[in-house]
């Protein structure tokens, strides 16, 4: 995807640093020290700032993330063999900042704004990367859902808007699924969407980008992507560039999803940049402010006030496990700064469960204050439900003699596991998933096999749809299940199943 780039880093940066007003700067030059594997050494410029752009005499940018009392250290922002030991060095005043606004929704950007169709974005605003996170006074609490469209997750798991839900699991058990899907399911409800990829191949993100479009998700998604192939330094950059192209959006009152995918690689790109500019390692080699890394990113998501405009800004940042260790040191991290996490286990990927989400292991902090109220009369009990199944469940693969009211258990816990498999691109929405959870409560499908249980499902939404449209309009415009929708649905099921 990079070939498709029109012009190099240094003479975008160069264009984007001409295009502002800088006020005059009294600065020394400097000289270039040491180098080598993209990290630079400059001497004699005691006046620069973290994240500055330094401007080097071959034309070349690079970004300080290193300040020393003789020295800086930067990295540079692209693989550039100009630069040579002795060459002179300036700053430019400026932090690295990315366009935002209108001009970004369907667009794919690398994270400092160059689009990959080579078109120019013509941006009326630029935000720096690095923004401070909205203050405690100007938040609001959480209260309103956003909907991923996987029944088990809006169910027992809900996802408001302005938290921050981590995805975490092994590699190949539906994470980025689960993000991409979610973008889909935001079709029509106002939400703007951004795609983030970090350290992914260029043919996954094109993979990507092509899933959104097929599925006319580009008109309100953006994607920033800084791929394998690139230098450290814009792995470090994308999800940065990421949550500043939202910040516009949500504070103009608007609604925004960010998925990021993933903070792993992102974590191992800085742990690179950061042994390069020789920081001494920590745990895991990682340097000692690997936490602050994704505490001052996540703590940008936010529900703003209304004195603030409203807007939000939801994070669901994608973790990679190995081998199921969700106490190694970048997870535990990540799990203690978000609002709760979804948890993918690898065993129940290839036991055909789809999402294959951990129930016992997954959590949201801001729980049913962030599910519609049709939604909490008909999801009460499933989480118990599934867990006693689970139990059970584990003691019935030895053959023990089960009684009756086991038995009724395991059939109706695995009616629910059922019900709960959902695939690729297969979303539904709120009515859908309350009546389904509805009929599932009041046994309707008691004595249909697993595998018809997708199909019988679904045959029942398009039922009452076709012959009860104002129960199912009632509900997703309303949000309840009042008592005379509930009386329509019951006759419903009783009509459905006699046939």
């Not at 000692?288 to 807007?311: I, M, N």
């Given at each position: 995807?990079?070939?498709?780039?029109?012009?190099?880093?240094?003479?975008?940066?160069?264009?984007?640093?001409?295009?502002?007003?800088?006020?005059?700067?009294?600065?020394?030059?400097?000289?270039?020290?040491?180098?080598?594997?993209?990290?630079?050494r400059v001497a004699n410029l005691p006046d620069?700032?973290?994240?500055?752009?330094?401007?080097?005499?071959?034309?070349?940018?690079?970004?300080?993330?290193?300040?020393?009392?003789?020295?800086?250290?930067?990295?540079?922002?692209?693989?550039?063999?100009?630069?040579?030991?002795?060459?002179?060095?300036?700053?430019?005043?400026?932090?690295?900042?990315?366009?935002?606004?209108?001009?970004?929704?369907?667009?794919?950007?690398?994270?400092?704004?160059?689009?990959?169709?080579?078109?120019?974005?013509?941006?009326?605003?630029?935000?720096?990367?690095?923004?401070?996170?909205?203050?405690?006074?100007?938040?609001?609490?959480?209260?309103?859902?956003?909907?991923?469209?996987?029944?088990?997750?809006?169910?027992?798991?809900?996802?408001?808007?302005?938290?921050?839900?981590?995805?975490?699991?092994?590699?190949?058990?539906?994470?980025?699924?689960?993000?991409?899907?979610?973008?889909?399911?935001?079709?029509?409800?106002?939400?703007?969407?951004?795609?983030?990829?970090?350290?992914?191949?260029?043919?996954?993100?094109?993979?990507?980008?092509?899933?959104?479009?097929?599925?006319?998700?580009?008109?309100?998604?953006?994607?920033?992507?800084?791929?394998?192939?690139?230098?450290?330094?814009?792995?470090?950059?994308?999800?940065?560039?990421?949550?500043?192209?939202?910040?516009?959006?949500?504070?103009?009152?608007?609604?925004?999803?960010?998925?990021y995918d993933d903070l792993s690689k992102h974590?191992?790109?800085?742990?690179?940049?950061?042994?390069?500019?020789?920081?001494?390692?920590?745990?895991?080699?990682?340097?000692?402010?690997?936490?602050?890394?994704?505490?001052?990113?996540?703590?940008?998501?936010?529900?703003?006030?209304?004195?603030?405009?409203?807007?939000?800004?939801?994070?669901?940042?994608?973790?990679?496990?190995?081998?199921?260790?969700?106490?190694?040191?970048?997870?535990?991290?990540?799990?203690?700064?978000?609002?709760?996490?979804?948890?993918?286990?690898?065993?129940?990927?290839?036991?055909?469960?789809?999402?294959?989400?951990?129930?016992?292991?997954?959590?949201?902090?801001?729980?049913?204050?962030?599910?519609?109220?049709?939604?909490?009369?008909?999801?009460?009990?499933?989480?118990?439900?599934?867990?006693?199944?689970?139990?059970?469940?584990?003691?019935?693969?030895?053959?023990?003699?089960?009684?009756?009211?086991?038995?009724?258990?395991?059939?109706?816990?695995?009616?629910?596991?059922?019900l709960f498999n959902q695939g690729r691109l297969?979303?539904?929405?709120?009515?859908?998933?309350?009546?389904?959870?509805?009929?599932?409560?009041?046994?309707?499908?008691?004595?249909?096999?697993?595998?018809?249980?997708?199909?019988?499902?679904?045959?029942?939404?398009?039922?009452?749809?076709?012959?009860?449209?104002?129960?199912?309009?009632?509900?997703?415009?309303?949000?309840?299940?009042?008592?005379?929708?509930?009386?329509?649905?019951?006759?419903?099921?009783?009509?459905?199943?006699?046939?």
């Open positions: 995807m990079n070939n498709n780039l029109t012009e190099n880093i240094s003479s975008y940066l160069k264009r984007i640093i001409d295009e502002y007003e800088v006020k005059p700067i009294s600065y020394r030059y400097g000289s270039v020290e040491k180098l080598g594997d993209g990290v630079v620069c700032c973290y994240g500055e752009l330094l401007e080097f005499e071959s034309g070349a940018y690079g970004m300080v993330l290193d300040l020393e009392e003789n020295r800086v250290g930067a990295v540079l922002l692209e693989k550039s063999n100009l630069v040579r030991v002795g060459e002179t060095v300036k700053g430019t005043g400026r932090v690295v900042r990315v366009p935002v606004g209108d001009c970004c929704l369907g667009r794919v950007l690398d994270p400092i704004g160059r689009t990959f169709d080579g078109e120019e974005l013509k941006a009326s605003e630029y935000y720096p990367v690095e923004r401070p996170a909205p203050k405690l006074i100007d938040r609001r609490p959480v209260d309103t859902p956003l909907q991923t469209g996987f029944i088990s997750i809006d169910s027992m798991i809900p996802i408001g808007r302005g938290q921050r839900e981590l995805i975490i699991g092994d590699r190949q058990t539906g994470k980025t699924s689960i993000g991409i899907d979610t973008i889909i399911n935001q079709k029509g409800q106002n939400v703007i969407c951004i795609y983030c990829a970090i350290g992914q191949k260029a043919s996954t993100v094109a993979g990507v980008i092509k899933t959104l479009r097929d599925n006319d998700a580009m008109d309100y998604s953006i994607v920033v992507s800084a791929t394998a192939a690139d230098s450290p330094a814009m792995q470090y950059l994308a999800p940065y560039s990421a949550c500043a192209i939202g910040e516009y959006f949500m504070e103009h009152g608007k609604d925004v999803l960010i998925v974590a191992i790109a800085y742990r690179t940049m950061s042994l390069l500019l020789h920081r001494p390692p920590g745990r895991e080699a990682y340097p000692g402010d690997v936490f602050y890394l994704h505490s001052r990113l996540l703590e940008r998501a936010a529900c703003l006030s209304k004195e603030k405009g409203g807007g939000t800004l939801t994070a669901l940042p994608i973790i990679e496990t190995m081998g199921g260790n969700i106490s190694a040191y970048i997870p535990t991290n990540v799990i203690s700064i978000t609002d709760g996490q979804i948890y993918l286990e690898s065993e129940l990927f290839h036991s055909g469960v789809r999402p294959a989400v951990n129930t016992g292991l997954s959590v949201s902090r801001v729980g049913r204050s962030a599910q519609r109220e049709a939604m909490k009369k008909v999801s009460g009990s499933l989480r118990i439900e599934l867990a006693q199944y689970r139990e059970m469940a584990v003691f019935a693969r030895f053959g023990a003699d089960i009684d009756d009211t086991t038995k009724a258990l395991l059939e109706r816990g695995e009616h629910l596991t059922a297969d979303t539904y929405s709120l009515s859908e998933m309350v009546i389904m959870l509805y009929a599932f409560n009041k046994k309707a499908f008691a004595g249909v096999e697993n595998s018809q249980l997708d199909e019988k499902s679904h045959e029942l939404y398009e039922f009452v749809k076709k012959n009860y449209p104002a129960a199912v309009k009632n509900i997703e415009t309303t949000y309840d299940l009042d008592d005379s929708t509930k009386e329509t649905l019951k006759k419903a099921i009783k009509e459905w199943v006699a046939l």
